[in-house]
Structure formats: structure tokens, C-alpha cells
């Protein structure tokens, strides 16, 4: 079967630098996502990962390791905005996407 | 600004009253998605049309519909809700391609009640 799994729960302080892993068994692969999803409300796309390496937007870095069937977002600086659950998403070889059940980061200050 | 909007954000119903949740985009996208997601869960995709293809997931129970009658709007029916039904409905949307990014675009979704 298809499998992402990420941490369920993680906490950190205001600016400090968190890195939420995800690691992934899909059938294919297509990419890979991360989005971000505040309580109550709609994820929204964080970013996007098909080749190895670090991809890097602000505050916010992914990296991937396709050998490996591994990822990580890193969140620097962090705010109290940040609070919110961050979903990890495998696009397989059908152009499907996987979704992990997501990861909730409480950020305390 | 372009965006996907659903209504109602909270419905209420009753066991076995049906019920419609409507999603609507002005994003142009070809891709509509439908999803459910209970409380700490991964979204379950329930089906997505690229165009007007209908493409149901296998193991979405009959009681859930979706119409697609143009580009801009999506309804799901829900058609004798059951508790187990109670969850956030979340519209997708996407342009077509399957390789590159084509990140979805998801509305607000709508939190639905069964009593």
C-alpha cells in the first residue's frame, strides 16, 4: 500500500528553527508537496520538491531525497502565525496525490 | 482576486436529510477536487472531474454525488448522511497537466454537522 508518514505533534519557540520529516512509500513518484493548514481553515501550498536537494522560499526551506523516500520542511525564525499543521503530499505514479495526515507544530513563546 | 469559494462554511443536518455543499472558482481550472477531512486526518479525496470526466474513487461510498454542470462549479450531494459523514468538505482546484507543480488550490471547505 501507499504510506506518508510524518510526526504527529511537534512543539518550538518562538524563533528558534523547527524541521518536520516526512518520509514516504508510494507506488511512483511524482513530486512532492507541503502545505500548511491553520485550524478550521484550508491548507494552502507551501511548497514543491521532484528533483533531490533543498528548495529554499523565505523562511520556509524543503528538501528531498528520493533514494531515501524522504523529506523535510524546515520553518527558521519562528512566528507565532506558524502555529498550524503542516501536510506532507506525494503525487504517485497515476499523477494521484498522497496525503499524510499532517503534522501540528504549536509554537510556544 | 481569483479564488475557490464554498457554501455554505457550516451546514447542520439531520440523519438521512440530504444535503448539497456547492463549491464554485473563478481560477479558470480544469480540475475540480472533492474532499473529506476528519479532525487530524489526511484529506480523502472522494472524486475529481478534469473537465467534465468524472472520476470516482474507489472506495467513496454511493451516498456521496457530485454534478459538475460548468467549469466554474462543483456540487456535492450527500444523500442520507450518517453520523460517520460528520467532517470538513474541502473543494479543490488545479490546472491540467499531471507532471510539474500544478499545486491544488483549496476553498475555505465547509464544516458539516449531522445530528
Known amino acids: 500500500g501507499q504510506n506518508i508518514d510524518q510526526p504527529t505533534e511537534m512543539t518550538a519557540t518562538e524563533g528558534a528553527i523547527v524541521q518536520i520529516n516526512c518520509t514516504y512509500q508510494?507506488?511512483?513518484?511524482?513530486?512532492l508537496f507541503w502545505y500548511q493548514q491553520h485550524a478550521g481553515e484550508a491548507p494552502t501550498f507551501l511548497s514543491y520538491n521532484v528533483l533531490d536537494g533543498l528548495e529554499e522560499k523565505g523562511r520556509f526551506s524543503s528538501f528531498l531525497s528520493r533514494s531515501k523516500g524522504y523529506s523535510y520542511l524546515l520553518l527558521k525564525e519562528l512566528q507565532m502565525k506558524d502555529s498550524a499543521s503542516y501536510l506532507c503530499a506525494v503525487k504517485d505514479s497515476n499523477y494521484q496525490l498522497i496525503w499524510g495526515a499532517g503534522t501540528k507544530l504549536i509554537i510556544k513563546p | 482576486d481569483a479564488m475557490v469559494i464554498q457554501n455554505p462554511r457550516y451546514q447542520v443536518t439531520q440523519f438521512g436529510k440530504p444535503v448539497t455543499l456547492s463549491c464554485s472558482q473563478t481560477l479558470n481550472h480544469n480540475v475540480m477536487y472533492w474532499y473529506q477531512q476528519k479532525s487530524s486526518q489526511a484529506p480523502k479525496l472522494l472524486f475529481h472531474?478534469?473537465?467534465?470526466?468524472?472520476?470516482n474513487e474507489a472506495d467513496t461510498p454511493d451516498n456521496f454525488q457530485s454534478r459538475r454542470p460548468n467549469t466554474s462549479f462543483c456540487f456535492l450531494d450527500i444523500r442520507s448522511p450518517g453520523l460517520g459523514d460528520a467532517a470538513m468538505y474541502l473543494c479543490?482546484?488545479?490546472?491540467?497537466?499531471?507532471?510539474?507543480?500544478?499545486?491544488?488550490?483549496f476553498g475555505p471547505g465547509t464544516r458539516l454537522t449531522v445530528l
Open positions: 472531474y478534469y473537465d467534465k470526466d468524472f472520476n
Open positions: 479543490a482546484t488545479s490546472i491540467s497537466g499531471l507532471a510539474g507543480v500544478n499545486e491544488q488550490f
Open positions: 508510494t507506488s511512483g513518484f511524482n513530486g
